[in-house]
């Protein structure tokens, strides 16, 4: 067990013969008591302040644990993010290419149109070519051909029997 100030204090010593000065003694004594008090105040302080301390480590343990629960969640929630995004662009990226896909095919299909427009379109022309050429052929053979001179003389033949059958 261990001494209080007040046993200290309180402590007699038997009186023999050649023993020590009293008041020595006593001060002595007093002085340790007083000593010993502070060192026990002392230590009840900074056993208050180590539990105050405790607490406030604690405290911040907990804290501690918080943050490293809220970062372990933030780069769960980024990659979840990137996972997303990831998802997201090859989506974007796979529309992209059925659009491509389908812009080419309509381009095809109007560009074999547009040919097919142009071979009708040449073949009409090759037709009405065809057509012109007989037509002007066919023209400069009645123009070649002496038979429509017959015709004027006959249409003069004609006009001066007609003038002779008026006059008449």
Same mark, same amino acid.
């Given at each position: ?27 002595f004594?007093?002085? !340790?008591?007083?000593d010993?008090?502070?060192? !026990? ?12 301390? *405790? ?9 501690? *644990? ?36 389908? !812009? !080419?095919?309509?381009?095809?299909y ?41 015709? *004027? ?6 006009t001066?029997?007609?003038?002779e059958?008026?006059s008449?």
């Amino acid at each position: 067990m261990a001494l209080t100030p007040l046993d200290i204090q309180n402590k007699e010593f038997s009186v023999v013969l050649r023993g020590f000065n009293r008041e020595e003694v006593d001060e002595f004594l007093e002085r !340790i008591t007083r000593d010993y008090e502070e060192i !026990i105040k002392e230590n009840v302080s900074l056993k208050d302040k180590v539990e105050s301390l *405790e607490e406030q480590m604690t405290h911040y343990k907990k804290i501690e *644990e918080t943050l490293q629960k809220a970062i372990v969640v933030a780069q769960d929630t980024a990659e979840e993010v990137k996972r997303n995004a990831s998802k997201e662009a090859e989506l974007i990226r796979k529309e992209a290419e059925k659009d491509a896909t389908r !812009i !080419i095919e309509d381009s095809r299909y109007k560009a074999s149109r547009i040919l097919a427009e142009h071979e009708e379109l040449h073949k009409q022309a090759q037709a009405f070519k065809l057509r012109l050429r007989s037509l002007v052929e066919a023209q400069l053979s009645a123009l070649e051909a002496e038979s429509w001179m017959d015709l *004027e003389y006959n249409e003069e033949d004609n006009t001066e029997e007609e003038k002779e059958d008026k006059s008449a």
